[in-house]
């Protein structure tokens, strides 16, 4: 059966770890020619290798995301690779300034700035036009639980991701009537390297949940898959929580 991704690329930021890997290897899986994108091109040649040995297609380009040049750059480059066009992406990058408001550096307000705003900003702005002109595209950004209530430690990261939610809802109104689907996906705790720091408190912070434990990276690029497909062609400006029922609560 020919998949409903077929023929169509994608780039996905932060894709060389976490859920960035699983959605661009479940995308892949399903007919996508995937653009890899991160900042470590060992890391990012050991994706695409998996991909192509499971019978995808796949690119890597290097970027750094806290540079806007980069960011721009990267947007170019993926349109060569996808031959012009660019059919979905996903802003999955996003760095985690964990900790006590007065601890937070001003360094760490302007990165967390760039790379979870400005990035997916200057990505959108860079791509978005072309989908336009194409009259078709599907967007998805990479948000989480704590953009939609208070927690002690996750102010910065909670305000830049609750931008990032503001952003989806501008950006499907702006785009939606030319075609181009804007939605966010809004995890809760899930197993991923970047987490591992955490130790038991993964494991403490997905008690809090109805169903009570972590996520895998594989339920979260699940949901993204949906979105990206003709299966979710009617939703818009959607934020979708994949949070373990935490919504509910």
């Known amino acids: 059966m020919?998949?409903?991704l077929s023929g169509k690329t994608a780039l996905i930021t932060g894709s060389t770890s976490g859920i960035g890997r699983a959605t661009a290897e479940r995308l892949a899986g399903e007919g996508a020619h995937v653009i890899v994108s991160g900042r470590d091109q060992t890391r990012g040649d050991l994706v695409v290798k998996a991909i192509r040995d499971a019978g995808g297609a796949a690119d890597f380009l290097a970027a750094d995301l806290a540079d806007a040049a980069s960011v721009r750059a990267l947007a170019a480059r993926a349109r060569e690779l996808g031959g012009g066009r660019i059919d979905i992406l996903v802003n999955n990058a996003a760095i985690f300034p964990f900790g006590p408001t007065p601890?937070?550096?001003?360094?760490e307000i302007d990165a967390t700035?760039?790379?979870?705003?400005?990035?997916p900003f200057v990505l959108v702005?860079?791509?978005a036009p072309g989908?336009?002109?194409?009259?078709?595209?599907?967007?998805?950004?990479?948000?989480?639980?704590?953009a939609n209530f208070g927690m002690p430690g996750m102010a910065l990261y909670g305000a830049s991701k609750a931008a990032l939610q503001l952003l989806t809802k501008a950006?499907?109104?702006?785009?939606g009537p030319h075609g181009v689907r804007v939605?966010?996906?809004?995890?809760?705790?899930t197993r991923t390297e970047g987490t591992l720091g955490m130790g038991d408190g993964l494991d403490q912070l997905a008690a809090t949940t109805p169903i009570g434990r972590p996520g895998e990276v594989e339920?979260?690029?699940?949901?993204?898959?949906?979105?990206?497909?003709?299966?979710?062609?009617?939703?818009?400006?959607a934020i979708l929580p994949v949070d373990g029922g935490r919504i509910a609560i």
Do not use: C, K, Y
């Open 2 to 4: 020919v998949s409903d």
């Open 103 to 107: 601890d937070v550096t001003e360094a």
């Open 113 to 119: 700035a760039a790379v979870n705003v400005r990035a």
């Open 125 to 127: 702005a860079e791509l």
């Open 131 to 146: 989908m336009v002109a194409q009259g078709s595209g599907a967007i998805v950004n990479v948000s989480t639980m704590v």
């Open 171 to 175: 950006w499907a109104a702006e785009f």
């Open 183 to 189: 939605n966010a996906v809004s995890p809760g705790p």
């Open 219 to 237: 339920d979260i690029a699940g949901a993204i898959a949906f979105l990206v497909s003709d299966s979710a062609r009617h939703i818009l400006g």
